[in-house]
């Protein structure tokens, strides 16, 4: 291992995640989200761990060419639509499913000849983000089902608040969509990971649709270890984290009672103590919103960040009896330490903690 800041991850555990989530959804068809550099988890290594599912979803046409340039020939769903005109015909070149949610990307394919691509049509159920309303979702599916640049039409919706199990939305969101997909013939998806593990009674709903192998489900966050739900964690929900983020101590010197620490000096030193300095910052995805008393993980010890996080560095309170020297490895998070709970500290949600992971150091890809 390095000193500077490094992600180890578990290929092993991703895989494990996806077995747990199949099973889960029996019947289910899953496409798995490996946008955002699958996480920050290494999209090409995470793909190669995921070779089970039946298509990777992603969110950008870059990350289509780096996966077919690598090989990989699964179904490819482009969840954000294409932003372009241009950016259909690459998605077609690339054999990319886009996701269709506007009047404009249905004139763009009625008005293109050429192969038939199969296309996902995505509809607003409660989100307002993207996705046709639900009054002009029929009319743009017909018309999609009557399109020669058309070969398949699948239907999919996407929840606003499924990771909080108390909160209706989800359910009207359910309603909404079985209405709509009633006596629709084709294949439909719902339920990212929070669908899946938060409501999984409310999806056995669909069961003639799964009996028939035409649902399909778009886990993302789980896949990787960090529970969809806050207030669960990961292992109760039987998933595996599969990231673990490491640098080490590249200094370890004395601070004085009253002695200021950091840009800023924020933070001020209670007693004779101990401060380690270690190789990770802001440049490395340890965000400098991770406030001070957030800690992190020093020879099987929690001791605190303390002061503002720089580009490169942090500096931790070791304590004033610290034994640990230079070149102890430091846990910012991973065993001991879940994402989830650094997260908290940050105000932030652990999807972009993880994604936020700048892979300065080359990441350690495990079993
Ligand atoms: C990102 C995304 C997902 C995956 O969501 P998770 O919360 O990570 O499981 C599923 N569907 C759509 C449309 C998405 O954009």
């Not at 003639?208 to 896949?223: F, K, N, S, V």
């Not at 020093?298 to 004033?320: A, C, F, H, Y």
Request: charged residues 20%.
């Amino acid at each position: 291992m390095t000193f500077g800041a490094c992600a180890r991850i578990r290929l092993g555990a991703v895989t494990h995640n996806f077995q747990a989530i199949r099973n889960r959804a029996p019947g289910c068809r899953a496409m798995a989200v490996i946008k955002g550099n699958a996480y920050g988890h290494g999209m090409l290594a995470c793909a190669g761990a995921l070779a089970e599912a039946d298509a990777f979803a992603i969110a950008r046409l870059s990350e289509a060419r780096t996966l077919r340039e690598a090989g990989v020939d699964k179904p490819l769903v482009m969840l954000g639509g294409v932003f372009s005109r241009a950016d259909l015909e690459l998605a077609v070149s690339l054999e990319v499913s886009p996701c269709i949610h506007s009047d404009e990307h249905v004139r763009w394919l009625e008005s293109r000849d050429g192969p038939g691509l199969p296309v996902w049509v995505k509809v607003d159920t409660g989100m307002n983000r993207l996705g046709f309303r639900l009054e002009d979702a029929p009319g743009a599916i017909s018309r999609l089902q009557n399109c020669d640049s058309v070969s398949d039409v699948k239907v999919m919706t996407h929840f606003a608040n499924a990771d909080n199990p108390s909160d209706e939305t989800t359910r009207v969101q359910i309603e909404r969509f079985k209405d709509l997909i009633d006596g629709f013939p084709g294949d439909v998806s719902v339920a990212n990971s929070a669908g899946l593990f938060g409501w999984a009674n409310e999806l056995r709903e669909f069961e003639t649709i799964i009996d028939a192998g035409r649902l399909w489900i778009r886990p993302g966050i789980a896949l990787y270890g960090v529970s969809p739900i806050p207030g669960r964690s990961a292992a109760e929900l039987g998933l595996k984290a599969a990231m673990q983020f490491e640098a080490r101590l590249i200094l370890v010197k004395p601070v004085l009672a009253g002695e200021h620490v950091g840009y800023g000096g924020t933070w001020r030193s209670g007693q004779d103590s101990t401060l380690g300095i270690v190789a990770v910052g802001y440049g490395d995805g340890y965000t400098r919103y991770i406030p001070g008393g957030t800690p992190v993980i020093v020879n099987g010890r929690r001791v605190p960040v303390v002061g503002i996080i720089s580009m490169d560095l942090t500096v931790v309170d070791l304590g004033p009896d610290a034994t640990d020297r230079a070149g102890d490895p430091v846990i910012l998070w991973g065993d001991g330490l879940p994402v989830e709970s650094v997260a908290e500290y940050a105000g932030t949600v652990p999807y972009q903690l993880v994604t936020g992971v700048t892979h300065r150091e080359q990441a350690i890809f495990e079993k």
